[in-house]
């Protein structure tokens, strides 16, 4: 699998596969395409606090991977939050989604590294557990604007 960041060509896929993941029990509530496209657009030009990388397998978009990044004091330093990964359907449970943690951790320095899941997305939950995280015991709260 290669693994890249996100260009602007890569506009209509992205928004194809970002508005699947929105949609699926992987997350609580789906967004307006709106968010989509700020966030794809903040990414073609540049943001500190985040990034977005496309993932293909023999020429093909297979998923792609969002990141975002904060500093904690907790954590002592850069926190990497690994905020959305998606595998089309057709190539699900290839390693795709884990290649792309190990990129991650192997090539984006940081204190910490955070994600999160739906509790009932399991197997999701045990690929993290696999790859050494471990349960985060914080309820999370959120104010939109």
Known sequence: MTIRKIKKEDAQIYTEMAKEFYSSPAVLENIP?????LSFDAFIEGTPFGDAFIFEDNGETVGYGVLAYTHSQEA????????????????????????????????????????ETEPENEKAAALYRRLGFEFFEYVNYKLDR
């Open 33 to 37: 395409t709106e968010n989509i496209s």
């Open 76 to 115: 002592g330093g850069r926190v990497v939050w690994i905020e959305e990964i998606y595998i089309k359907e057709e190539f699900r449970g290839r390693g795709f989604g884990s290649q792309f943690i190990r990129y991650v951790l192997d090539e984006i320095p940081a204190k910490r590294y955070r994600l």
